[in-house]
Structures are given as C-alpha cells and as structure tokens.
C-alpha cells in the first residue's frame, strides 16, 4: 500500500505530530509512506522522522506568509476549528490540488479540520480515513455539526481510546463509515528503565490549564510535607508557566519542584524518575502516561476521559484518583514513595503491561483496518466495524466506571433540579 499523512504543521513539537511520525515509521518498513504537512515553518522537522518516509509542505510560511490568498479566510477549513486563524484560500487551494494528484491507496487525516478536507475533496478512488487525536465531547457543538455532515463521506474513522469510538457510534450517526479505536504507539525504549531508586517524580506536557499542573504542585505539597527529600520535575513550555511558577514560590517548594522547561527527547528524563505523574481534567489519550510505563515508571494519574483508564490497571501498575482531588493526587503518590517494593513491582508491571502500545502491535492493528477498509472500498461495499472481545471489554468496563461515578455523585442531590439544569444534564451534542 501506498499511504499519505496529511498534517497541519509537521515541522512543530507535539503529541500529533510524534504519533503520525512514529506510526509512519513503523508502516514504511512494508509499505510507502508519505507524511504531507499543510504548513512548513522551518527547513527540518523538530522531531526526527525515519529516512523511509517522504516529507512535504504545501505552504511554506518562511517564503509565504504574506501571499495575498494566505491573507484571506478560509472557505474550506471549517470555522469552528480551534486552528482555522492559521489556515486560509490558499491553504484550501494546495491541499485541494494535492487530494486532487494523490497516488496513495489510503490518506489519513490527523485533525478535525482536514479530515473535512479530506470528506468532500478526497477523490472515491482512494481510501479516507478520519483521524481523530481529540474526544467528539471536546469538540464545541459547532464544530460537531459540521463533522456530523462531513465526516459521512468518509471511509472510516479512527479514536485514540475504545470509549470514544462508542462516543462517535452512538452520537455522531455515521452509516457506512467504519469507527474503530487505533491507540497511539511509543517506540520501543533505547535506554534501560528506570530502578526506582531516585527520589523523583515526573510530569510531562504542554502547560496549559486543562492538564492541571497546579493540582499537581499542590498535590506534592503533601508528598513533601512528609517526605523532603523527594523532588517533582514538570517537563514542558506554555501559557501557565508563570502562574505555575508564583503557585510553587507561594507554597514554598520551590526547592522540591522545578520547571524544567521542553525537551525534544524525554526518555533520559524519565528514567531518572520513579514515578511519573499526569493531573489532566481531560485527555484524549494520554501519551506522555504511556512514555512513562515504557521505561518502567507507575504512573499517578487521574482518571480524566478517555485515556489513563485505558491505559493504566489501578493498583497494578500505577494509580488512578478522581478528577479535580488533589488531597486524593497527593495521597496516591505517598503510597508510592513511601513504599519501594511496590513502587519496584509496579513499575515492572507498567513496563510489561504498555508494550500494547509498542510499534509493532500497534502497526499491525493499523495494517489490518487500512488493509480491510481498502478492500471493502475496491469491492464496492462499506467496511464492516470490528466488535473483537477486547474492543467490547474496554467499552463496557469505561461505560461502566462512568455510570457507576455519575449514580455516586448524584446520589442525595435535591430533587428539585431547576429546568435549566435538568435540560443542560440531557443535552449530549
């Protein structure tokens, strides 16, 4: 097969980007792959993407920023994506012309915006297929209408976690379009893991307010309030850095946790930890947890939708605490610094139990589904969903948990909901 990529900015730093580089990778050891990047801001990538795989923008901004359709709105790009400020006619020309020419069997788009693209301009001979590295329940109402219609029109569509696959089938009313969840893979780790023995916690991502590294601070505030020696490293640049940076100050701990700042390669960082930590209010995945586990850390995580509940097995290799607790964060990771035998065994457990989420699992999920969605298009009928037991476990045990949590919370709640808040509790899209 002959697959293409098609990516917003290639040439950045991000969880999207790492994810299609690596799955790209992983792919052009049977196949040709291309990597197809809208917008190119500089002469190399950031990060390294394999020598087997082709590159290409469509606009370069260092030559045309200032091109006079670039300084038009786009028509195309849907104007309820959270990137359509940077996207215009001219991008809507070359992405056009490029679905126009394409020669692969299958094009992947990787964000709500050119999966669009992609449904109404992606020619019927080849294969469309919708990423989506975002949940359907992120996406503002707006937006979600205007990918109802669209994303009709396309082959298939892929989730990050098991639980938003059933999110699109159930609400998004997509027939003949195949939905399925194909997990972000982690490369196989080049250094030795982690021991456990280090006295260090790690966080990594984008400072934003939605991952919650304040929580996590205040959370550690309890860890070094009983255990000094112990330091909390925060990996990552962003808006919330100064705030972050006052919080840690005002507690006093700016001698136990440190912003340490981005870095293009965090696998030295975490396996000079013992534990990894994750604070989101939400997560379409959660890459970074599985980075962790990879090189043997439990991770502390709450358990925000979609991702941590996929991919961590509470109490087994790491631990799951309500959203929004920091008393239940900070407590979570005292069980674990406070106890290294377990901290040791759940640290094997997280490295074992991750490789799911190892190139080659991943890769021959990804072979499968294109394989099986291509042959079901050159044989003029649409491509059966897959409903393996694994598949049916994962959304049953998710739906399950949530339903469970919601009973909990609404228990004793006063009967006497007002009408504006029992219709804001029905409405789902």
Same mark, same amino acid.
């Given at each position: 097969m002959k697959i293409s990529f098609l =990516?917003? $900015? @290639?040439?950045? =730093? #991000?969880?999207? =980007?790492?994810t299609t580089f690596n799955l790209a990778a992983a792919l052009a050891e049977r196949h040709s792959v291309e990597v197809v990047s809208v917008l190119r801001t500089r002469e190399?990538?950031?990060? *390294? &993407?394999d020598h087997r795989v082709s590159l290409r923008g469509l606009v370069d901004l260092r030559e045309e920023k200032e091109h006079p359709l670039h300084l038009r709105p786009a028509r195309v790009f849907p104007d309820s994506e959270r990137r359509y400020g940077q996207y215009s006619e001219l991008t809507d020309q070359r992405i056009a012309a490029f679905l126009d020419k394409v020669d692969a069997d299958v094009v992947v788009g990787t964000r709500p915006g050119l999966n669009v693209h992609l449904a109404l301009q992606g020619p019927e001979r080849v294969v469309r297929i919708g990423q989506e590295h975002l949940t359907l329940d992120s996406h503002s109402p707006e937006l979600?209408? *205007? &990918?109802?219609? @669209?994303?009709?029109? &396309?082959? @298939?569509l892929t989730t990050v976690t098991s639980a938003d696959a059933a999110s699109y089938a159930r609400k998004m009313r997509l027939p003949g379009v195949r939905v399925e969840a194909l997990p972000n893979s982690v490369p196989d780790p080049e250094l030795p893991p982690s021991d456990g023995t280090s006295k260090v916690v790690v966080a990594a991502g984008r400072l934003v307010r939605v991952k919650r590294y304040d929580l996590l601070v205040r959370a550690f505030a309890q860890v070094v309030a009983e255990r000094p020696d112990w330091q909390l490293r925060i990996y990552g640049k962003g808006q919330e850095h100064a705030r972050l940076r006052e919080i840690i100050t005002d507690l006093g701990l700016v001698n136990n946790v440190f912003l340490m700042g981005a870095v293009p390669h965090m696998e030295g960082e975490w396996v000079k930890a013992s534990i990894g930590a994750a604070s989101s209010s939400f997560e379409a995945f959660g890459m970074t947890i599985v980075e962790a586990m990879r090189n043997g850390l439990p991770v502390v995580s709450t358990d925000c939708p979609h991702g941590p509940g996929e991919i961590i097995r509470d109490g087994v290799d790491g631990?799951? *605490?309500p959203?929004?607790?920091p008393k239940a964060l #900070?407590? @979570?990771?005292?069980?674990? *610094? $406070?106890?290294?035998?377990?901290r040791r065994r759940m640290g094997q457990a997280a490295r074992e139990n991750s490789r799911r989420f190892a190139p080659e699992p991943v890769v021959e999920q990804a072979e499968r589904f294109f394989s099986e969605v291509l042959a079901a298009k050159r044989e003029g009928r649409p491509a059966e969903p897959r409903r393996d037991g694994l598949y049916q476990s994962l959304v049953a045990r998710r739906f399950a948990f949530r339903d469970a949590r919601d009973a909990r919370k609404n228990k004793g709640r006063s009967s006497s909901?007002?009408?504006?808040?029992?219709?804001?509790r029905k409405v789902e899209l």
């Open positions: =990516i917003h $900015n @290639a040439y950045g =730093i #991000g969880g999207t =980007i790492s190399r990538p950031s990060l *390294v &993407l979600r209408t *205007v &990918l109802r219609g @669209a994303y009709r029109r &396309l082959d @298939a631990r799951l *605490v959203v929004g607790d #900070g407590a @979570a990771l005292l069980d674990l *610094v $406070n106890d290294d035998e377990r909901m007002s009408s504006d808040d029992d219709l804001s």
